[in-house]
């Protein structure tokens, strides 16, 4: 039997119901605010990814799906290319490749799967879905203010009370911006010296070649070495602790509870200055739910023209996963069955399921096969609200049996009458 692809899994009915769900109500949100969609390439050149995310990360060393391509034409032969881990660097290279900053201010929002070669456990796919924004443009559009950090933070404490997840937790920190990581990098060098020694292998090659990858690390003999680390907020400039404070003073202002957190660095290079995390109690280990931050130096390291930015991509699996127990709430079930009762029923049944669509009702429609027994046991079975008979008897006279799944009552009804009634009982 060919089965899917460990880390990757299908998608079924009813779960679905609660991903578009989950869609529908970020768009709406996203719309709100004013972002517009953009939908770029499922792979890209491998070297977008080493650049933007950074070679020392987890991701681009170790979890990337990477192939050459086989095309024969020789301009493009042999071409490395990757499946994207994440859209951040995706959308900085189209808003270069298209001169996107001429619009001013990019407000930018995407919804699609991402691929890491992870170890699969609950929360965590080799395919999984982001829901991702970006706000990009050019410095003289205002694109660097903290206004633009605690909207983008606000906005997404407005779509989680709305999706109904409950006990989230907004974790903050600032990383500072290239001078301080270079100030402080030469700190955590100089700290880990001495007890580099003791730490896992992969600590041991990030200590010489990018020590901000060490606050990765998953190793528990690790950590009580990494807790007594130096900490990034005892470097900041004065620019960006301006930045950072006025940020966390808007979030005040407007009511949003955050957490700082100065261990939080991310697991990607690209970052600087407003760093953040939302993480949900129920989830276990893989608790953060989303995550982003600021990248003003992104575009430039892609060869682009200075475009500072903010964003955040979150987890659609586990945002579901930490839906899942409403579930039930979200599922419409059909508001009637329509059961054809005898040979020749099926054509006029399927007039009168058209016709109650047009009034906005979900109709599941049976089979004239069917005996009224199991016409009536599907109706239960799909959760249909009521059943309608559809017989010759009905269509002569234009009267109908409606059924109450729920009471077991039957009334007759005038086909003219058949949708408000159904309606009404919504
Ligand atoms: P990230 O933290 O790598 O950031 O991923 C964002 C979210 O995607 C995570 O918080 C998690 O919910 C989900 N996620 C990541 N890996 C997996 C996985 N293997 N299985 C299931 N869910 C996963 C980014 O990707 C950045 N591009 C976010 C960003 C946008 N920063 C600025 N703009």
């Given at each position: ?170 974790l903050l920190n600032s990383v500072g911006c290239f001078d301080d990581r270079q100030r402080y990098n030469q700190a955590l060098r100089k700290a880990l010296e001495p007890v580099i020694g003791q730490m896992c292998e992969d600590c041991q ?100 023209p200075k475009a500072p930015g903010i964003g955040f991509a979150i987890g659609e699996d586990r945002l579901v996963l930490s839906l899942q127990e409403s579930a039930d709430a979200v599922v419409k079930k059909p508001d009637a069955y329509v ?88």
């Amino acid at each position: 039997m060919i089965k899917a692809i460990r880390g990757t899994r299908d998608l079924l009915p009813p779960e679905t119901v609660l991903w578009n769900f989950v869609e529908a109500a970020a768009r709406d949100v996203f719309r709100q605010y004013n972002f517009q969609e953009i939908r770029t390439p499922i792979f890209e050149a491998t070297e977008l990814f080493a650049r933007g995310v950074g070679e020392d990360t987890d991701i681009v060393s170790k979890e990337m799906y990477t192939f050459e391509d086989r095309t024969r034409a020789d301009s493009d032969k042999g071409q490395s290319l990757t499946l994207r881990p994440e859209n951040t660097a995706g959308v900085v290279r189209a808003y270069i490749e298209h001169n996107l900053g001429e619009r001013g201010l990019n407000k930018l929002f995407y919804i699609g799967p991402q691929f890491r070669r992870e170890r699969p456990q609950k929360g965590r796919y080799r395919q999984f879905y982001q829901i991702g924004a970006e706000v990009i443009g050019p410095p003289t559009a205002g694109s660097e203010s903290p206004a633009r950090d605690a909207e983008i933070l606000e906005m997404l404490a407005v779509l989680l009370d709305r999706l109904g997840v409950a006990n989230w937790t907004l974790l903050l920190n600032s990383v500072g911006c290239f001078d301080d990581r270079q100030r402080y990098n030469q700190a955590l060098r100089k700290a880990l010296e001495p007890v580099i020694g003791q730490m896992c292998e992969d600590c041991q090659r990030r200590a010489a070649t990018n020590p901000l990858r060490v606050f990765d690390c998953k190793v528990p003999e690790d950590q009580p070495i990494i807790d007594k680390l130096p900490r990034i907020s005892q470097y900041l400039d004065e620019p960006c602790r301006e930045h950072f404070a006025e940020v966390q003073a808007i979030l005040m202002a407007v009511g949003v509870p955050f957490v700082l957190n100065d261990r939080l660095v991310r697991g990607l290079d690209y970052y600087t200055r407003t760093a953040f995390e939302f993480t949900h109690g129920a989830l276990g280990a893989q608790n953060a739910i989303l995550g982003g931050g600021r990248y003003d130096g992104l575009s430039e390291a892609l060869g682009g023209p200075k475009a500072p930015g903010i964003g955040f991509a979150i987890g659609e699996d586990r945002l579901v996963l930490s839906l899942q127990e409403s579930a039930d709430a979200v599922v419409k079930k059909p508001d009637a069955y329509v059961a054809p009762l005898g040979a020749g029923m099926n054509r006029p049944a399927a007039g009168l399921a058209r016709e109650l669509r047009q009034h906005d009702l979900i109709i599941e429609l049976g089979d004239e096969s069917f005996r009224l027994k199991k016409s009536l046991e599907t109706a239960t079975k799909v959760g249909a609200r009521f059943a309608i008979i559809v017989g010759e008897n009905e269509i002569a006279s234009g009267v109908f049996p409606l059924k109450d799944q729920t009471s077991g009552e039957q009334v007759k009804v005038q086909r003219a009458d058949l949708a408000a009634r159904i309606q009404a009982a919504r």
